[in-house]
């Protein structure tokens, strides 16, 4: 039987806070986040969910917070915070640790500094950091550097399921032997002005300038679109096995992974949200459970009409009459792309700790011939130990994870 998997550290750097405690209060207020953002004024979009209270060069040194871009930043300080939570180190980590990030893209706001300079015709002017600065796989390489992690190093692309898909891979590398212990989890920062333009161009943002605490709603019937936001979540995996022998706290298992592809549509959801079925089917049985065994689902929950609608429909078609608790942790936080997978994966891992579900934020009443069982309003006790977490992305990506409580795993 494969080796269970343990998560047993966790470091986030959110719109909520910088700490799974004030991450977890922000969730169960049910608030939004999202405010006006100076960095987008004159766009069509001049509001986000940001990061608060962030000092890349107080929490990294000034020489390394210079030469990086802000998604590594919040790679680099989540990794540390999570590798702390763990129990981890001091010291380099060697060559069993991996490091998996997800990262849709990058900030883009380097890029669009240096293509200035190129566009200006002024070659010489563009820095010869501008790749290694900006490119996503450097979120991993930076993070190895940092902490002397020598084992297998990489970044996953699947949009906005890169953040779910590296913690799938992760696993597999601890159960094949691999590696001992990974880091892994998702980095990234939608607010750059041209990330936000590109987005404002697909209409795929809430246009709500007036009240943009009430934008990100959802599966609401007054839904209009998402709001970007930005941060990291890094989780310290490792089988339970090992994480036992060294007595370290195991905060849940890690039981299912299930991904695949819509091939349907390179932006839009398969409207009856087959995909997303079949992928949620799939972590189901990787984990060994039944749609009753789910207590609590944190849904993709982008706030668009289409997604919200097509993941409602998955959801009613996996669970049926066993309808789990619902929650969308982006109606509070906002959609931080590459890195929202990881965000969420950790907030159900601490929903799990907690018993609670948490509420989603500007939920009113939803439309559409497939109903979920929306928390809203105030957290809801959990019954069950067993939750999903739904990541979906353009080009039809599906990554889907499945966390239990220890008390919930088998042997290890």
């Given at each position: ?16 806070g ?22 987008l ?15 890349a ?27 702390t ?11 069993r ?6 990262v849709?893209?990058?900030c883009?706001?380097t ?6 300079h ?5 070659p ?8 290694p ?17 020598q ?5 996953t ?13 992760a696993r ?11 880091l ?46 930005e941060?990291?979540?890094v ?28 091939a ?8 009856r949200?087959?995909?997303a079925a079949?992928?949620i ?6 984990a ?21 609608a097509?993941?409602a429909?998955?959801?009613?078609r996996v ?16 959609h931080?792309l590459?890195?929202?997978?990881a ?10 700790r ?12 939803q439309?559409?011939?497939?109903k ?13 130990g ?26 290890g």
């Amino acid at each position: 039987m494969p080796a269970e998997v343990a998560v047993t550290g966790i470091g986030l750097v959110t719109p909520a806070g910088h700490t799974p405690q004030e991450n977890w209060d922000a969730l169960c207020r049910g608030r939004s986040l999202a405010r006006s953002d100076p960095e987008l004024a004159g766009l069509p979009v001049d509001f986000s969910c940001a990061v608060t209270g962030f000092d890349a060069a107080a929490e990294l040194g000034r020489p390394l917070a210079r030469r990086v871009d802000r998604f590594i930043q919040f790679a680099l300080v989540a990794a540390r915070r999570a590798v702390t939570d763990a129990g981890l180190g001091p010291g380099p980590l060697g060559e069993r640790v991996g490091v998996v990030l997800g990262v849709g893209s990058n900030c883009l706001s380097t890029y669009v500094t240096e293509f200035g300079h190129l566009g200006a015709g002024r070659p010489e002017r563009v820095s010869p950091l501008a790749l290694p600065r900006s490119v996503p796989s450097m979120a991993a390489g930076e993070v190895a550097v940092d902490l002397g992690a020598q084992g297998p190093n990489f970044t996953t692309a699947s949009a906005c399921a890169s953040g779910a898909t590296a913690l799938g891979v992760a696993r597999d590398l601890l159960r094949s032997g691999t590696c001992d212990v990974v880091l892994a989890g998702g980095s990234e920062s939608g607010r750059s002005r041209m990330a936000v333009t590109c987005f404002s161009r697909m209409r795929a943002l809430s246009r709500r300038r007036d009240a943009p605490e009430l934008a990100s709603r959802p599966f609401d019937a007054r839904r209009d679109g998402l709001v970007l936001g930005e941060g990291a979540a890094v989780l310290v995996l490792e089988r339970t096995a090992d994480a036992r022998a060294r007595r370290a706290r195991v905060l849940a298992l890690l039981r299912g992974y299930g991904a695949g592809s819509d091939a349907h549509h390179p932006v839009a959801p398969h409207p009856r949200g087959e995909g997303a079925a079949r992928a949620i089917r799939a972590a189901l049985r990787d984990a060994d459970c039944a749609p009753r065994d789910i207590a609590h689902v944190n849904a993709h929950g982008t706030s668009t009409p289409l997604s919200d609608a097509a993941e409602a429909a998955a959801l009613t078609r996996v669970f049926g009459s066993h309808a789990p608790a619902v929650t969308a942790s982006k109606g509070v936080v906002g959609h931080a792309l590459g890195a929202a997978g990881a965000i969420q994966a950790a907030y159900t891992v601490l929903a799990l700790r907690r018993g609670l579900v948490p509420p989603v934020a500007n939920f009113e009443g939803q439309d559409g011939d497939h109903k979920v069982d929306i928390v809203a309003g105030r957290p809801r006790p959990a019954a069950g130990g067993a939750a999903v977490s739904c990541s979906f992305g353009f080009g039809g990506q599906n990554a889907v994870l499945v966390f239990s409580t220890v008390e919930q795993g088998g042997e290890g």
